[in-house]
């Protein structure tokens, strides 16, 4: 069982920028990508970035050119570098790990997350 904790979330001003930790932790077995979700109220959860671990990454349109997903291996630790942030990213972020499929570009996670963290962009 994989065990996941989120970091990093707080209030920014549009414009600003945070950057999200996730710790994994325990058996990654079947996991061949690791991604970011996040779920504002009232609406679905929806993701943002996946990255493999061959470090294919995949962004949603809504997120390109102001988000970067990263790795670090030896500390089992995924990053989601977030500029440019808007209200409308204003959601919990959760980390998950999960399966990237390349020929589909679509991620689907394995049910693994952690608790989330609040970002909340607001002047």
């Known amino acids: 069982q994989v065990q996941l904790v989120e970091s990093g979330g707080g209030l920014v001003q549009p414009g600003g920028s945070l950057r999200l930790s996730c710790a994994a932790s325990?058996?990654?077995?079947?996991?061949?990508?690791m991604g970011w979700y996040r779920q504002a109220p009232g609406k679905q959860r929806e993701l943002v970035a996946a990255?493999?671990?061959?470090?294919?990454?995949h962004y949603e349109d809504f997120v390109k050119g102001r988000f970067t997903i990263s790795r670090d291996n030896a500390k089992n630790t995924v990053y989601l570098q977030m500029d440019s942030l808007k209200p409308e990213d204003t959601a919990v972020y959760y980390c998950?790990?999960?399966?990237?499929?390349?020929?589909?570009?679509?991620?689907?996670?394995?049910?693994?997350w952690g608790q989330g963290t609040q970002v909340t962009v607001s002047s």
């Open positions: 998950t790990g999960g399966i990237y499929y390349s020929r589909s570009r679509t991620f689907s996670s394995l049910g693994y």
């Open positions: 325990g058996s990654i077995a079947g996991i061949n990508a």
């Open positions: 990255i493999t671990s061959e470090e294919t990454i």
